[in-house]
């Protein structure tokens, strides 16, 4: 029972949270919304994973091929029986479907992502951590977009038809004075934040990152490449002494370039957005109306343009992430990072590891959907218009 268990533990987890929603939805309008956007989401990760290792099929030869051509560059002769012999033993003399079948079931069964031909092992082995590093770094040039764009973007929105000057002949000079010395600052803040975010759909994350490693040569600096400096890469975090503050300083010294690099592009795409939503919100007959009411300065901005403007970025959360995935690659490489996606470029153009990609951009897959099911049931139960849209009450 025990061995059963462990073999299909992934299976029951799906199973489990289907059962809950599935009773839950019985006596709730909300909970039958969830339940049916978990069954979307299921079907469209199968769905997603037919396309992907379909895809993979596209490649040109195959691992036992890549296999069987690297023993003929050690000397050995290699004939068509031998790559016959290793299609046979790796399983790739079968039909697609097959194939595709029994990879779903194993990932379905027990979160089983195939077996890696270039690196002879598991692919969950051969990911280890790089996933996650690739997760984290995603996830974190996520926020730092988020964190700039959205305060950024309110601003400028929200100077976009401000003067430069106070010519109000109710405050005193001095009044005057001061509050043309805000808009002057706040209208400079503005200009600039419209510039950066030009440059940011305009420049290329790759030509950033070499742009920021030649800063570092010219200034004689050691470059930001990599995660650690060649002196802390073999240190332990935790030794004898304690923790390792230095390893964490160095780290951090090097973290920062593809947090910034990859985010560059979201920060400036997603602050064009806010601002347009908060601009087209403010000019809505229900702001007129509130300032009618009285209603001035933050108090109107944050309780009607802003308010109603923030809902539609977490509809956005899923393809920031996969533009942001998209971009690190190349960043990848630039910077000399060995996560996911460096190992995605390797196994597509280099060793034609079908498994090992294929697994890769399902996992990518997985996330993006699983940020959208999720964003999906918040705005569902925090936002009345959604809820009144898909639950007609």
């Known amino acids: 029972m025990t061995d059963f268990l462990a ?3 992934l299976l029951w987890i799906l199973l489990s949270v289907a059962a809950v929603l599935f009773w839950r939805s019985r006596s709730s309008q909300y909970f039958q919304y969830v339940f049916n956007r ?3 989401a299921l079907l469209t990760l199968l769905i997603v994973s037919g396309i992907v290792f379909s895809l993979m099929e ?32 790796m399983g790739l003399d079968r039909s697609l479907a097959v194939r595709w079948g029994s990879w779903v079931t194993d990932l379905t069964l027990r979160g089983d992502l195939g077996f890696s031909c270039a690196k002879r092992q598991s692919v969950n082995l051969a990911l280890g951590e790089r996933f996650w590093m690739s997760l984290g ?29 106070d010519t109000n002949p109710q405050h005193s000079p001095r009044e005057r004075a001061f509050n043309t010395l805000g808009l002057v600052v706040n ?24 742009t920021i490693i030649l800063l570092y040569v010219f200034a004689g600096e050691p470059m930001p490449t ?44 997603q602050l064009q957005t806010v601002r347009a939503l908060v601009v087209d919100e403010s000019n809505k007959l229900y702001v007129d109306a509130a300032r009618a009411r009285g209603v001035q300065g933050v108090a109107l901005w944050a309780g ?5 403007s923030i809902s539609p970025l977490f509809n956005s959360v899923g393809f920031d992430f996969q533009r942001i995935f998209n971009d690190l690659p190349i960043v990848a490489m630039v910077i000399g990072l060995t996560d996911a996606a460096a190992l995605l470029i390797e196994a597509l153009s280099m060793t034609n590891d079908q498994e090992l990609a294929a697994a890769i951009l399902f996992l990518v897959a997985l996330v993006v959907i699983s940020m959208n099911f999720v964003t999906d049931i918040v705005l569902a139960a925090i936002d009345p218009r959604v809820r009144k849209s898909v639950l007609g009450s």
């Not at 195959?62 to 299609?87: F, L, P, V």
């Not at 770094?137 to 000057?165: D, E, H, Q, R, T």
């Not at 803040?189 to 790759?206: H, I, K, Q, T």
């Not at 802390?232 to 090097?254: A, I, M, Q």
């Open 7 to 9: 073999n299909t533990w």
């Open 38 to 40: 978990y069954l979307l």
């Open 58 to 89: 596209v490649l040109p030869g195959d691992c036992a091929e890549k296999y069987i051509a690297y023993k003929n560059t050690q000397g050995e002769t290699i004939t068509q029986a031998d790559i016959d012999a290793e299609r046979a033993r």
């Open 137 to 165: 770094f995603c996830l974190a040039g996520l926020l730092f977009a988020y964190l700039i764009a959205v305060p950024f973007g309110i601003l400028s929105a929200y100077m976009i038809n401000k003067p430069w000057v």
């Open 187 to 210: 209208k400079v803040l503005d200009l600039v934040l419209r510039v950066v975010s030009y440059l940011g759909l305009a420049l290329p994350n790759f030509l950033l990152a070499l």
């Open 226 to 269: 990599g995660l650690y400096s060649e002196q802390w890469r073999t240190v332990p975090w935790f030794s004898d002494e304690g923790f390792s503050f230095g390893k964490l300083n160095d780290f951090l010294g090097h973290i920062w370039l593809p947090i910034f690099v990859i985010g560059w592009s979201a920060t400036a795409l």
């Open 304 to 308: 009607y343009p802003v308010r109603h």
